[in-house]
């Protein structure tokens, strides 16, 4: 499960009182640091080697050095938000010049407003399908049940949309680094 809907299924999950938001918040946004200082650190240490050996690596990295050159900070604080740019982006950026403090300063910034609005919606979510639903706790199963099918199906076109993505950019060879 990608983090945005686990966030958002954990905000819905502490709307009907399985856990707290607070918690829900704060694992998103530690988990969230976590994994972008995982794969900076592992673009810094091998990363121009690893894409280097890999063709169809190289053409998603080269996507992402066109957003960096033409917006660098803002991308260092909401790459998270683009489906299919949330994984490489840190490794990317840590194949770049960017200084660690930096990425670290953006990186905060980036994890808490992102752990915020999902996890908070998941929690609204809940609070919208009790008004329009009435007493969600008397069929909470089902709802569950739908919510789980409904990110599913919407991870699956995320992926198939991010496929359409990177057959577009492979066929663009005017990308340089």
Not at 79 to 96: D, K, M, N, S
Not at 105 to 128: D, E, K, P, Q, R
């Amino acid at each position: 499960i990608e983090g945005e809907v686990a966030l958002i299924i954990g905000g819905f999950f502490a709307y009907l009182g399985y856990l707290s938001l607070p918690l829900v918040f704060i694992a998103g946004f530690l988990g969230s640091m976590c994994c972008d200082h995982m794969y900076f650190f592992a673009g810094r240490w091998k990363g121009r080697a690893f894409i280097e050996k890999r063709p169809r690596l190289k053409t998603k990295v080269l996507w992402v050095y066109r957003f960096i050159d033409k917006y660098h900070n803002w991308v260092l604080v909401l790459f998270r938000f683009a489906y299919g740019f949330r994984a490489i982006a840190p490794f990317t950026l840590g194949t770049c010049d960017v200084k660690l403090k930096k990425f670290t300063m953006f990186n905060i910034v980036g994890a808490i407003v992102w752990s915020l609005i999902f996890s908070i919606g998941g929690y609204f979510f809940g609070s919208a399908l009790e008004i329009v639903f009435g007493k969600i706790k008397s069929f909470e199963m089902e709802v569950i049940v739908g919510v789980l099918f409904l990110a599913t199906v919407a991870w699956i076109v995320m992926i198939i949309r991010r496929r359409k993505v990177l057959r577009s950019i492979e066929a663009d060879s005017n990308i340089i680094v």
